[in-house]
């Protein structure tokens, strides 16, 4: 059974991520590719494995500050093999790990196995701790960073 991600987000949700686990500085999730997420070759799109990561990593620094929102200040990513679409429904398996925090910013890392447990991508980032993502007056809209 997959956990609550703690916020309401639409392109997480579009794409089908779920989340395992969220604790102590590590997550572990899921992401199982279809077609439509999938580049010319019949794998994983770049954007896709890349927004995996992105996500892989923000839930690791925030299962440390579950009280606070999370935006990627920078990250960067390796390739090691293709990510492969699921085609007998076993997902790709996103692990994080929060290296270090201080009270606003948060360094982490991140990757990503096929279902033979085979490397296939990894990534550093840094994300910045912000006030949560709802609003005191409940519209939408950019959140500060400063």
Do not use: W
Not at 51 to 65: E, G, H, K, P, W
Not at 101 to 113: H, K, L
């Amino acid at each position: 059974m997959s956990l609550d991600f703690g916020a309401v987000i639409p392109f997480v949700h579009h794409l089908g991520f779920t989340l395992e686990r969220f604790d102590g500085g590590e997550s572990l999730l899921h992401f199982a590719p279809r077609p439509e997420h999938c580049n010319s070759f019949g794998v994983a799109h770049g954007g896709a494995v890349m927004t995996f990561l992105d996500v892989i990593m923000a839930t690791a620094a925030r299962s440390a500050n579950v009280d606070s929102g999370i935006v990627t200040i920078e990250m960067k990513t390796s390739f090691m093999r293709p990510a492969p679409a699921s085609k007998s429904g076993e997902p790709l398996v996103g692990k994080g790990k929060l290296l270090h925090r201080t009270r606003t910013m948060a360094f982490v890392e991140g990757a990503i196995y096929d279902p033979a447990g085979q490397l296939c991508a990894t990534a550093t980032g840094t994300f910045k701790y912000v006030a949560p993502a709802e609003r005191p007056d409940h519209t939408p809209g950019p959140l500060p960073t400063d």
